[in-house]
């Protein structure tokens, strides 16, 4: 199996110590030194972080109070004013900074391209101009929809310039999924490509647009497209224009608009446990600082790094630490098209030769994707560049880590294992690599600043190594501040569900976890109806919905099954409305109705059609038992509210 157990994980007992030489150079040498950061932030959290906030960043005005807490709603450095595309550009061009790469573009197909600090600012004070022109105003929101190409960083940071609010949908996204989320955030203007490489194929980018034009968020009066692919495409005139037109004549002067602190900086919508994805929202200044100090200190970033985070821009990972937290520190940020495909498996090894590249930051389900393509790939090209390797998006199998280790990092490499959340903005569980022994496995230890427990219901701490619930005790600025229109879901999401006696808010994270003797974390995964497939969060209730608006559809359960290299995969049970028969054609059907209705990465593996399904006497389904059933294990667990027991009989009966 490959989601470690807790077994798998109690045995692990390796500990890898920082070398002697990076630790010496490194930002944190030592865990002396990060015990006492920890506790000086745990003294003082706000003296902690508006020092850091006064030393890392440039402010157009200064806070006039660091935090304002009214629980659960969070400001961080109210009153201050401050720009993050002026801190992620304009800030580093008076200095050696502005003729370095800011970033190393390579596409797919093999082209590449790399602008330094003052070719990105240009382009991006070009682009800011032209979504002026086409009507966005500060305080508007804009809808990026786009394939990894320069563009969708330059979208982003324009955006950011003129203080307009953006939502990047990743590209994986169907029509529909696109729209939903351009009307919750009633997005004036979409920023797309005509497509985008993927595979060897091309996604067409455009086409999905205009379906989900054709369908709705009518708030949507002008699209804006990169030519990337170079397909025919429909222009509707007077809506959608040509970036490549536009930026001619466009100035290359845009000043950063001075935005409170507190201003919304994007919506990124991400699944929970109910049908509707919820609109994330994060602002300008705290989650600026939080993940600039984060990537700072956690992948120990020196001025000559060459560093590279293989993740979409379509994901919160790619928001921080592509785009935001790169830039911000004045790094030299990679940016990749491709993926390994069976054309070219050994990609990515490619690309850190060709480019030397120094810090390398992916996912799990990627590292045992390619464990299964062979060390010979790897093996094959000069890695000897790396100095750190980073992993996020699900808890990593010991033997994954070792690998990674190994035959990437040529046992040389600290592996930072960074957990934490589209919510958290930045990492909050994490290695400083100059400092803490690594256990393949876990997470290690909070960031400074971050009050981190494993508690159970009622917020008493947990000791036993059983675990419980992983929670934050305190805000932190980087932390989401509302669910977009919704700030009671907000409260019910993540403040809610653990009630300590003293009344306090403490923020639940939806995931299981233990500490061991040495207080380090080991995060078990999630504890609600999320599945992480391939290190993506899905609700099985979005699933669900998208399953049961199949008009052949009567009632549908969604369950994850562990996967070797996907971590979990989508199993879904579905009952038939009146006399329609299971067919293997039906089933082909409903997966491509999920995949219309959500995109490619909710597809189930399997649909197993069922006359019932298990629920207890209040008809609340139970998935505990559906679970076992999709992992061919046997029904563990109390079964004694089941409403009808035959029900689980026909099912193992394969129904
Ligand atoms: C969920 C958040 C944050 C960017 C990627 C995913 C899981 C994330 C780890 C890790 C164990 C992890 C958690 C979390 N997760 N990183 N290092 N170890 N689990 O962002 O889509 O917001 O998903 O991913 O379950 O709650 P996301």
């Not at 009066?221 to 037109?245: C, Y």
């Not at 609700?539 to 009632?555: D, K, N, W, Y």
Request: proline letters at 6%.
């Amino acid at each position: 199996m490959s989601q470690p157990t807790i077994e798998s994980i109690l045995q692990e007992k390796r500990l890898f110590h920082p070398g002697a030489e990076f630790s010496q150079n490194a930002h944190i040498k030592s865990l002396d030194e990060y015990k006492q950061l920890y506790e000086k932030a745990q003294a003082d959290p706000e003296g902690f972080w508006a020092e850091l906030a006064e030393k890392e960043l440039d402010w157009f005005e200064k806070w006039n109070q660091v935090l304002d807490w009214q629980p659960p709603f969070a400001k961080w450095f109210v009153g201050g004013k401050i720009n993050i595309s002026y801190n992620c550009l304009d800030r580093h061009l008076t200095t050696p900074r502005r003729n370095k790469a800011a970033l190393i573009w390579e596409g797919e197909p093999g082209d590449s391209r790399t602008l330094t600090y003052g070719e990105l600012h240009r382009e991006v004070c070009q682009m800011a101009n032209v979504i002026k022109q086409l009507g966005v105003k500060k305080g508007d929101c804009v809808g990026i929809y786009m394939p990894m190409i320069p563009e969708a960083a330059i979208a982003m940071l324009a955006c950011a310039r003129i203080g307009a609010a953006h939502t990047v949908v990743f590209g994986g996204f169907s029509a529909e999924a696109l729209k939903d989320r351009l009307e919750d955030a009633e997005a004036k203007l979409v920023i797309t490509a005509d497509g985008g490489w993927r595979k060897d194929a091309i996604v067409p980018l455009k086409e999905q647009v205009d379906k989900a034009l054709q369908t709705g968020a009518s708030s949507v009066d002008n699209v804006l497209v990169v030519k990337r692919t170079a397909q025919n495409i429909h222009m509707e005139p007077g809506r959608d224009h040509w970036w490549h037109d536009l930026q001619q004549g466009a100035s290359g002067k845009c000043p950063a608009e001075p935005m409170d602190s507190e201003d919304m900086l994007f919506i990124l919508y991400t699944s929970g446990t109910t049908g509707k994805p919820k609109g994330v929202v994060h602002t300008t200044g705290g989650y600026n600082l939080y993940s600039h100090v984060t990537l700072k200190w956690a992948f120990d970033l020196q001025e000559t790094d060459i560093y590279w985070c293989t993740a979409d821009v379509g994901w919160i990972t790619g928001h921080s630490y592509i785009v935001y937290g790169p830039l911000s520190n004045g790094a030299t940020t990679l940016m990749y098209e491709g993926v390994p495909r069976p054309s070219n498996p050994g990609c990515l090894w490619d690309v850190v030769e060709k480019y030397g590249v120094n810090i390398f930051y992916t996912a799990p389900t990627a590292i045992r994707a390619l464990m299964k393509m062979g060390e010979h790939h790897p093996n094959a090209r000069d890695l000897s560049s790396l100095r750190l390797l980073g992993t996020v998006g699900e808890p990593i199998n010991p033997e994954a880590w070792i690998w990674y280790h190994r035959v990437i990092g040529g046992n040389r490499c600290p592996i930072v294992d960074t957990w934490w959340q589209t919510e958290t903005g930045g990492f909050m569980i994490t290695p400083l690599p100059g400092a803490t022994p690594t256990k393949p496995g876990s997470a290690t230890l909070p960031f400074p600043g971050i009050i981190a427990d494993i508690v159970d219901a009622e917020g008493e701490a947990v000791t036993n190594q059983s675990g419980g619930y992983l929670v934050v005790k305190h805000p932190w600025p980087g932390m989401m501040r509302t669910v977009y229109k919704d700030p009671e879901r907000f409260k019910q999401t993540y403040w809610e569900h653990i009630r300590p006696k003293n009344g306090e808010y403490i923020y639940f994270a939806g995931d299981g976890a233990h500490k061991d003797e040495d207080g380090y974390f080991w995060v078990m995964g999630r504890v609600d109806d999320v599945i992480n497939v391939s290190g993506h969060r899905l609700g099985t209730m979005e699933i669900e919905s998208a399953l049961v608006s199949h008009p052949m559809v009567a009632e549908a359960a969604v369950v994850g099954k562990p996967d070797e290299v996907k971590g979990e995969d989508i199993v879904a049970f579905v009952t038939l409305e009146g006399e329609h028969q299971p067919s293997e054609a039906l089933s082909k059907e409903l997966k491509q109705h999920v995949v219309n209705e959500i995109g490619a990465i909710a597809r189930p593996s399997e649909i197993r059609f069922t006359d019932d399904l298990p629920k207890t006497r209040s008809g609340k389904i139970m998935r505990r038992l559906l679970r076992n059933l999709a992992a061919g294990q046997e029904i563990s667990g109390d079964t004694s509210t089941l409403q009808d027991r035959t029900v689980l009989e026909k099912l193992r009966g394969g129904a």
